[in-house]
């Protein structure tokens, strides 16, 4: 049996290291590194991860992205998951928030693909 939407991320970005996994306060499962939220997944439709309002509006702007389906004015996006060719976008996402730098961290960002 193919594995869901929701498996492939989750064996994706859980294989990432210091990447841990655990039921999502609001439902569905959550992916941190260390502290920080990556994000986190509604089922196999539904994708929501934090950003600075910069980078969501880069993003949003790329079309990579919508505005937070609850919290629009914030730096989270949502992902929305239509088939198994949005897969490879929502992972792009994940690896993006685990890439950037936070505070105390340096490196340049870039938008996901």
């Not at 959550?30 to 600075?52: I, T, V």
């Not at 919290?71 to 897969?87: A, H, K, N």
């Not at 490879?88 to 505070?103: G, M």
Request: glycine share 8%; hydrophobic share 35%.
């Amino acid at each position: 049996m193919p594995e869901s939407i929701k498996e492939q991320i989750v064996r994706e970005v859980s294989s990432w290291p210091g990447v841990t996994v655990a039921a999502h306060r609001f439902g569905g499962i959550e992916f941190r590194r260390g502290r920080r939220e990556l994000g986190h997944l509604h089922g196999s439709r539904l994708a929501d991860l934090p950003f600075p309002v910069p980078v969501r509006k880069e993003l949003v702007a790329a079309g990579k992205a919508s505005r937070h389906h609850i919290l629009p004015e914030s730096g989270w996006v949502s992902c929305y998951i239509r088939d198994d060719s949005d897969t490879e976008r929502v992972i792009a996402l994940f690896r993006l928030n685990y890439d950037r730098p936070w505070k105390g961290e340096s490196s340049a960002h870039t938008i996901a693909g």
